[in-house]
């Protein structure tokens, strides 16, 4: 029982090379025990000449040596579920950074008369070419998968049509199909509802809800854009606000606030007035050492330790490591991503922006970074959140600035009511 729990505590944990063979040692063999593997938020960051060695000591399969680096050596544990032996019969690998070549492995291990029944990949950059990969195994007659998740992988119509035949070729196990948060379009949703209307089908659920433009162009976020301002009356003593509290600074120097239980009387932080809710956007601008997030107002405000965004449960937060790459942390549960190649002081001190999209009843909480127009996706953490999010700052140096975003109006495009999803088929 230890040994199963351990394992399903993986979620979110920065695995090694040591951890990569010691999991894919226990998948290959007849006495492993385990059937559920969890690996959401998990992520692999080797040197590159470690690449040969990891080769040799797996065996990994001639096809796949081409193209290691872009698998990540994280990506060659679900290879060990190539074949029966295996006994796993559910694997996650949600936000894992997987790319679109990652999905030959997950071919392989569904046309290979894997015991897999349930398959989870979403929140990936498989992208449609991704799919293509993937369906020809689900496509396989060997096949028995019977649920698959690939919410928010940019899948588009193409990524459908895949779909849809691999569906028709066998049609026998999938029962479960999750899409949401991409963007099939209406001929997407068409091909795929015919799949789920056909008597010789097994699908019985399809989830394209969700499905917004946005997924697919960024840019589209805008439409989302809300206008935030600092909460006077939690900002803590060694902070300023200026420009209407739309810009927050550091300062040796104590202020003379008044009293008030909302205030943070340790940490250097504070939080927006508005109560998020529902979709939102906003974008921030800083220098030097800040967190960047959300939290609720049930967040402690004295003391220092279970007050601080960047290591309390009631906060998911984002910040600059100093050891070249970003840091996302909610509690004691932190996700590094390394950003090689930079002159990190030079990085640290110039003007940075970000961006934040929240979809709080999806649990969806999404960080892109900023490069003149273009938004780049960075991480996303995916909960479930039980109370109204404030946006919140911790400020130890320098400013940081509630940029204003231009609300984007757009016609609302609509798909007919038969394809709102979840879509469920009934016999």
């Not at 385990?34 to 959401?40: G, I, R």
């Not at 003593?237 to 300062?251: P, Q």
């Not at 479930?384 to 940029?403: Q, R």
Request: aromatic share 10%; net charge neutral.
């Amino acid at each position: 029982m230890l040994f199963r729990y351990v394992l399903h505590r993986l979620s979110g944990f920065s695995l090694n090379f040591r951890n990569c063979h010691i999991l894919t040692s226990i998948l290959q063999s007849k006495q492993s025990p385990l059937k559920v593997l969890d690996l959401t938020n998990c992520m692999y960051n080797h040197p590159k000449d470690d690449s040969g060695y990891y080769t040799r000591e797996l065996k990994i399969n001639e096809n796949y040596e081409d193209f290691i680096d872009e698998l990540t050596l994280l990506t060659v544990i679900p290879s060990a579920l190539i074949g029966p032996i295996c006994r796993l019969e559910q694997f996650s690998m949600p936000g894992c950074y997987l790319k679109n070549k990652c999905c030959q492995v997950f071919a392989s291990v569904l046309s290979s008369n894997s015991q897999l029944r349930q398959l989870d990949l979403s929140c990936n950059d498989l992208q449609d070419s991704g799919v293509q990969l993937l369906s020809v195994g689900l496509g396989s007659s060997k096949c028995s998968l019977e649920t698959l998740r690939l919410s928010c992988c940019g899948i588009t119509q193409e990524g459908c049509v895949f779909l849809a035949s691999a569906l028709k070729s066998n049609p026998s196990h999938l029962r479960e199909l999750d899409l949401s948060y991409n963007h099939p379009g209406v001929s997407g949703v068409k091909l795929l509802l015919e799949r789920l209307n056909d008597p010789e089908c097994s699908l019985e659920t399809l989830n394209v809800d969700h499905n917004e433009e946005h997924w697919v162009d960024p840019q589209l976020l805008n439409k989302y854009a809300c206008d935030l301002t600092f909460d006077p009356n939690t900002v803590n003593e060694n902070l300023l606000l200026s420009e209407c509290d739309r810009k927050v600074s550091y300062t040796q120097e104590k202020q003379s606030y008044p009293d008030h239980p909302e205030r943070f009387d340790q940490v250097k932080q504070v939080l927006c007035r508005e109560a998020l809710t529902g979709r939102c956007y906003w974008e921030v601008e800083w220098e030097s050492f800040v967190y960047i997030g959300v939290a609720y107002k049930s967040l402690p405000r004295k003391g220092h330790w279970d007050t601080a965004t960047y290591v309390s449960k009631k906060s998911w937060c984002f910040s600059i490591n100093s050891s070249n790459g970003y840091s996302f942390r909610h509690g004691l549960r932190e996700t590094f991503i390394p950003v090689p190649y930079i002159d990190v002081q030079a990085f640290l001190t110039r003007r940075k922006r970000l961006g934040l999209f929240l979809d709080w009843p999806a649990g969806i909480l999404s960080f892109y970074w900023l490069s003149g127009d273009k938004k780049t996706l960075i991480h996303t953490f995916h909960t479930t959140f039980s109370e109204p999010l404030y946006a919140a700052f911790s400020v130890y140096h320098g400013n940081l600035t509630l940029s204003r975003v231009v609300k984007l109006e757009m016609k609302t495009v609509s798909i007919s009511s038969s394809s709102i999803a979840p879509h469920h088929k009934f016999v």
